[in-house]
C-alpha cells in the first residue's frame, strides 16, 4: 500500500570524476602532466603527473634499478609522489593514440636503449607524446597494478603494453619512477 523510492546509484555520483578531472594538478618542472580526457568511453577521467625520466629523475643520469617494489614505494611517499598504476603508466607511454612504442607503432631498434642501462634521457626520440623518457627500453619499472601488487612494464624492446608481474623483489635491470595525482 505504500510507495517506496529507490535509488539505485552507484556510491560516486556522475559529477565526482567530472570534478577531479577538471581540478589540475600542480606538476613540478621534473614532471609531465598525463591527461586522459573524457572522450574515450571505456577510460576514467584523470591527470596525473609522472617524472619525466626514470628515478632519480635526473636527466642524463644512470637509473636506481636493483631495488624492491616496497623500497620504491617509500621513496615515492617521501618525496610526496607514489608509485604510478599500470594504467596510468601505460597510458603516458602510449598517449591518445595507443601507440605499442612511446614514439609510434613500429619497433625501431636504435630509438630506445636495448641493452645494459644509460643514462637516462639520452636518445632524444625515445620519449612519449606527453614528453617522459625512457618508457620502453633501458629499465623495467615498477608500478602498482589493480590491487596494488608489483607489475614490471617498459623493458628493453618492450611495448608500452607488457606488463610482466613480480614479486617485488629487488633485480639489477628494474627500477621505478614515481606519480602524483588529484
Same mark, same amino acid.
Given at each position: 500500500?505504500?510507495?517506496v523510492?529507490i535509488?539505485?546509484h552507484t556510491?560516486?555520483?556522475?559529477?565526482?570524476p567530472?570534478?577531479?578531472?577538471?581540478?589540475?594538478?600542480?606538476?613540478?618542472?621534473?614532471? @609531465?602532466?598525463?591527461? $586522459?580526457p %573524457?572522450?574515450?568511453?571505456?577510460? %576514467?577521467?584523470?591527470?596525473?603527473? &609522472?617524472?619525466?625520466y626514470?628515478?632519480? +629523475? &635526473?636527466?642524463?643520469s644512470?637509473?636506481?634499478?636493483? &631495488?624492491? *617494489?616496497?623500497?620504491?614505494?617509500?621513496i615515492?611517499? #617521501?618525496?610526496?609522489?607514489?608509485?604510478c $598504476?599500470?594504467?596510468?603508466w601505460? !597510458?603516458?607511454?602510449?598517449? @591518445?593514440? /595507443? *601507440?605499442?612504442?612511446?614514439?609510434? !607503432? +613500429?619497433?625501431?631498434?636504435?630509438?630506445?636503449?636495448?641493452?645494459?642501462?644509460? %643514462?637516462?634521457?639520452?636518445?632524444?626520440?625515445?620519449?612519449s607524446?606527453? #614528453?617522459?623518457?625512457?618508457?620502453?627500453?633501458n629499465? !623495467?619499472?615498477w @608500478?602498482?597494478?589493480?590491487? +596494488? /601488487?608489483?607489475?614490471?612494464?617498459?623493458?628493453p624492446?618492450?611495448?608500452?603494453?607488457?606488463? $610482466?608481474?613480480?614479486?617485488?623483489?629487488?633485480? %639489477?635491470? &628494474?627500477g621505478f619512477?614515481c606519480?602524483?595525482? +588529484?
Open positions: 500500500d505504500d510507495l523510492r535509488n539505485k556510491p560516486e555520483q556522475f559529477a565526482d567530472v570534478a577531479r578531472y577538471a581540478k589540475p594538478p600542480f606538476c613540478t618542472l621534473d614532471m @609531465v602532466l598525463v591527461d $586522459s %573524457p572522450t574515450k568511453a571505456d577510460r %576514467p577521467y584523470f591527470k596525473v603527473c &609522472i617524472d619525466r626514470e628515478y632519480p +629523475n &635526473i636527466k642524463d644512470l637509473p636506481l634499478a636493483n &631495488i624492491s *617494489y616496497a623500497e620504491a614505494a617509500k615515492c611517499a #617521501g618525496k610526496g609522489k607514489r608509485l $598504476s599500470a594504467f596510468e601505460q !597510458w603516458a607511454c602510449s598517449g @591518445v593514440e /595507443g *601507440y605499442a612504442y612511446p614514439y609510434g !607503432w +613500429n619497433f625501431e631498434k636504435e630509438t630506445c636503449n636495448t641493452q645494459s642501462p644509460e %643514462p637516462s634521457g639520452r636518445r632524444g626520440r625515445c620519449a607524446k606527453f #614528453g617522459a623518457f625512457d618508457m620502453t627500453g629499465i !623495467w619499472e @608500478v602498482s597494478d589493480a590491487d +596494488n /601488487g608489483a607489475v614490471a612494464m617498459g623493458g624492446a618492450s611495448k608500452c603494453q607488457t606488463r $610482466s608481474p613480480g614479486f617485488g623483489d629487488a633485480k %639489477p635491470t &628494474i619512477r606519480c602524483k595525482g +588529484n
